[in-house]
């Protein structure tokens, strides 16, 4: 479940650095925020500098550039759905907040101009996530329904990003438009709570609470690419909506 915020956070970070070029000129952010030109021989140390100068804005958010806060980060609603053997449920994560994702750390943001592709790798630690659920259907084979509130956190996460892109003319300019994206992860510690499974039933509650936490490696292993497919959906909608069609080339990364 925590895993969809940092991969979205991720997606943030990687576009904010490119967004602040023109965003700064139009709405007249601080001259300190970043900018990072596409000729620049140190591109990729401009872009992971970038990422570091950014920090600050991100605790409270840029409504400028519709950057919601990082402390906590809010997600309205996530949809999870898994058809394996072992996992077969719908979940609905609403009202979600995540703590920590401002302590992240990037060790390679790289743009390949010629290609137009990108590549982001990220780590974060300590997160943990709280919000409301409703859930139905199975896990490791015994059912599991209710609604009520959800905890979960992990002690570290390291995150991969590549997206692939195209030039298209959008009203005359360039623009460059995502029309490939993945994303992958790996955590460790992983931890995962549910209140009010089964209508509140205090037994049935403890049991499969207990039968989360034994199996919870194995439980993520089946629900990390479902995660991931999720989340670069997600990414790509983003992209398209807020940034690329909107953003030429050039005032996103000025020669």
């Known amino acids: 479940m925590v895993n969809i915020s940092i991969l979205f956070i991720l997606f943030v970070l990687c576009s904010l650095t490119s967004y602040g070029t023109c965003a700064r000129k139009k709405h007249r952010l601080p001259p300190s925020f970043p900018q990072c030109h596409r000729s620049d021989p140190n591109l990729s140390k401009c872009l992971l500098d970038a990422t570091e100068k950014v920090r600050p804005y991100l605790a409270n958010g840029v409504p400028e550039l519709k950057i919601p806060s990082f402390e906590p980060f809010t997600l309205p609603q996530v949809v999870l759905e898994q058809g394996s053997q072992s996992l077969n449920f719908k979940a609905v994560l609403s009202n979600v907040t995540v703590h920590g994702l401002s302590k992240y750390k990037f060790s390679r943001f790289d743009f390949d101009v010629p290609n137009l592709q990108f590549f982001c790798y990220a780590s974060f630690p300590g997160l943990t996530l709280e919000g409301d659920y409703k859930i139905d259907g199975k896990i490791l084979?015994?059912?599991?329904?209710?609604?009520?509130?959800?905890?979960?956190?992990?002690?570290?996460?390291?995150?991969?990003?590549?997206?692939?892109?195209?030039?298209?003319?959008?009203?005359?300019?360039?623009?460059?438009?995502?029309?490939?994206?993945?994303?992958?992860?790996?955590?460790?510690?992983?931890?995962?709570?549910?209140?009010?499974?089964?209508d509140g039933n205090p037994e049935l509650n403890a049991v499969t609470n207990k039968a989360i936490s034994d199996n919870i490696n194995e439980l993520f292993s089946e629900l990390k690419p479902v995660v991931e497919e999720t989340i670069t959906r997600i990414m790509e909608d983003l992209l398209l909506k807020h940034i690329a069609l909107n953003i030429p080339y050039d005032h996103l990364y000025p020669v």
Do not use: W
């Not at 892109?165 to 992860?185: A, L, Q, R, V, Y």
């Open 141 to 198: 084979i015994a059912p599991i329904e209710g609604s009520g509130r959800f905890t979960a956190k992990i002690d570290s996460c390291e995150v991969k990003m590549y997206q692939k892109c195209h030039e298209g003319k959008i009203n005359g300019e360039n623009h460059i438009i995502p029309h490939f994206t993945n994303s992958t992860m790996e955590v460790s510690g992983p931890m995962a709570h549910l209140d009010g499974l089964f």
